[in-house]
C-alpha cells in the first residue's frame, strides 16, 4: 500500500494560514505588469494605467494574464496602492516615464480640507467579484493596499520621493498632525481591505515599501503600531482572512515587526539573509520571498542556484516563494518560466 501525501486544494491560502507544504507556493508581486506583451496590448487599448484600472474587466483579464502563462499559486488584484489618496479626495495621475502625481500635496494641505470620494473604489470591488468568477479553482486570490506609512509618503510629497523626506520631516514636527493623516489613511484602507474581502479575496497583504526609511521610533509609531490596529481589526471583522505584512527594508527591525504586529505572514525584501531571518522570526510565522528581482532578469546558471538558496533556507517553516520586490519590466518571460520549473522541482 502506498501512503498519498494530502495535497492541499490552495497550496497558497493553506501555508499563510501555517501549513508548511512540501513545494512551496509561488507567485510574484507585480507578476501583471509590463513585462507581459499581452498587458501592454491591453494598456495601449485603454490608453493608460489608471483606465487599465477603472475598467473592471479589463483589470481582471489583467490580473489572470499571468496565470495563464506561468500557472501561479496566486492571483493578486489589478490595482494600485494609490487608489487610497485618490478616494480620500487627492487628485491623481501618472507623468509618463516619470511616476505617480498627487494634488494637492499635504505639505500644502490639511487631509481633512480634502473631498472625500470613496466612491472611486467601487471599480476595484467590481474586479474582485470578475476575477473571483474566473479563477481556477487551485489557485489563491490575494487583495491589497499599501501600509499607511507608505501611503502617506506620496500624499504628502505628491509623488514619489528620495529617502521620503519631506514626510519624515513633517512626522517629526508636528506628530499630531501626521497622526491625523495616518488615522485617515488607515480608516479608508481598513474600509478598502474589508471591501475586497467581501467582494472574493481570500488574504490581503500591506505593502510597506518605504519602511526603510525611518529611524526605530518613527518605525514603531507609523509602521508597526498601524499595521498592528489593522491587522487586529481585519481579524477581529473577518477571522480566518490572513494579513501579509511587506515592510521593505526594515532589516534588522523584522522580528520586532513580527511580534508586534500581529500579521499572518511576513514578506522578506532581497536584502534580507533568508538564514539569518530563519532565525530570528517566531517559530512557524509563514514567510515570503525573497529572490533577488534582478537575479531573475539574470538568469541562466546564476538564477538557479539564487531559487535553491532562497528554498533551501526555511527546512521546517511555511514559505511562500516570491521575489524580494516586484517584478521589473525588461525580465525576460523565459526567466520566468525556468524560476517556475525550479521552484516546483
Ligand atoms: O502586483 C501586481 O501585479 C498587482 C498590481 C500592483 C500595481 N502596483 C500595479 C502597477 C501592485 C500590488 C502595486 C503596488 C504599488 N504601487 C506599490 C507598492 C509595491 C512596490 O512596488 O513597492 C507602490 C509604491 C505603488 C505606486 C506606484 N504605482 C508607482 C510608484 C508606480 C509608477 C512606477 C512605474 O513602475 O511606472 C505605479 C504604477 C503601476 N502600478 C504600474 C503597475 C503595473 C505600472 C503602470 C504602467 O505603466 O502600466
Same mark, same amino acid.
Given at each position: 500500500m502506498t501512503l498519498s501525501v494530502p495535497i492541499s486544494p490552495k497550496p497558497l491560502l493553506s501555508t499563510l494560514l501555517g501549513q508548511r507544504q512540501e513545494r512551496p507556493p509561488l507567485w510574484l508581486m507585480?507578476? #501583471? /505588469?509590463?513585462?507581459?506583451p499581452e498587458y501592454r496590448a491591453l494598456r495601449a487599448e485603454k490608453g493608460g494605467f489608471l483606465q487599465l484600472v477603472h475598467d473592471s474587466a479589463a483589470a481582471a483579464e489583467v490580473t489572470v494574464q499571468p496565470l495563464r502563462r506561468f500557472g501561479f499559486d496566486g492571483a493578486i488584484l489589478f %490595482?494600485?496602492?494609490?487608489v487610497i489618496p485618490h478616494a480620500l479626495g487627492q487628485d491623481l495621475w501618472f507623468e509618463a516615464g516619470e511616476g505617480p502625481r498627487l494634488a494637492p500635496p499635504l505639505v500644502d494641505a490639511a487631509v481633512d480640507a480634502l473631498t472625500r470620494a470613496p466612491e472611486r473604489l467601487d471599480p476595484v470591488y467590481e474586479t474582485v467579484r470578475q476575477v473571483a468568477a474566473m479563477l481556477p479553482p487551485g489557485v489563491t486570490f490575494l487583495g491589497f493596499a499599501g501600509s499607511p506609512w507608505t501611503v502617506a509618503t506620496y500624499m504628502v510629497a505628491g509623488q514619489g520621493s528620495k529617502e521620503q523626506a519631506a514626510t519624515r520631516r513633517f512626522a517629526h514636527a508636528d506628530p499630531a498632525a501626521f497622526g491625523a493623516l495616518i488615522a485617515a489613511i488607515e480608516a479608508a484602507t481598513f474600509t478598502y481591505l474589508l471591501g475586497q474581502i467581501d467582494a472574493g479575496v481570500e488574504a490581503v497583504q500591506l505593502f510597506? %515599501?518605504? #519602511? /526603510? %526609511?525611518?529611524s526605530p521610533q518613527q518605525f514603531e509609531a507609523w509602521v508597526i503600531a498601524p499595521t498592528a490596529r489593522l491587522a487586529a481589526k481585519l481579524h477581529a471583522a473577518r477571522p480566518g482572512v490572513p494579513v501579509i505584512g511587506f515592510p521593505k527594508g526594515a532589516g534588522g527591525k523584522l522580528a520586532a515587526y513580527a511580534r508586534e504586529t500581529g500579521v499572518d505572514a511576513i514578506g522578506l525584501d532581497e536584502t534580507v539573509d533568508p538564514v539569518w531571518a530563519n532565525g530570528v522570526l517566531p517559530v512557524g510565522l509563514p514567510v515570503q520571498g525573497n529572490l533577488d528581482p534582478l537575479l531573475l532578469i539574470a538568469g541562466g546558471e546564476a538564477l538557479d542556484a539564487g531559487v535553491d538558496r532562497v528554498l533551501a533556507a526555511f527546512p521546517d517553516r511555511p514559505h511562500v516563494f516570491n521575489l524580494g520586490h516586484g517584478i521589473q519590466q525588461d525580465t525576460p518571460i523565459a526567466h520566468v518560466e525556468r524560476l517556475v520549473g525550479r521552484v516546483r522541482g
Open positions: 507585480r507578476q #501583471a /505588469g509590463r513585462y507581459l %490595482s494600485d496602492i494609490l510597506d %515599501s518605504w #519602511a /526603510g %526609511s525611518l
